[in-house]
């Protein structure tokens, strides 16, 4: 499960597009996802509130507010805990990367870099790093 990452390459896309020079919530970020993922292992994002990793919403204050679900049970779980509450559930995929999938846009270094800084996440929500 690539869950951790997924946020992070969704947030990048994001921070690339609407981030600010000096916005310690979302900061703009490099135009090359490489280069991103570089400075994550650099600790530059490290002081950006939405930019933390999963773990960092299990501590402190943050916890009061920490609903969590599973990417991989997002058509049973997750679509039946929105339909029971009366949000409309669609299949249709917005905003979809065009491209290569995400297997052939990691380097061994990043892979490596990813390992290292979600590790936590890794063992805490039992994602396997057998994805590539």
Known sequence: DWSSDVCSSDLWKWSRLNGEIGNLDFPQVENNFED???NLS??????????????FWFTGQE????????????NTTVKTFFETNGVTWSDTKVNESPGPDYKTAYTPKMIEIVKERFKDEFETFGYSADLW
């Open 63 to 74: 916890n009061c507010y920490v609903k969590t679900m599973k990417f991989e049970e997002l």
């Open 42 to 55: 650099s600790g530059k994002y490290d002081t950006c509130y939405f930019m933390q990793k999963q773990s």
């Open 36 to 38: 991103y993922v570089l």
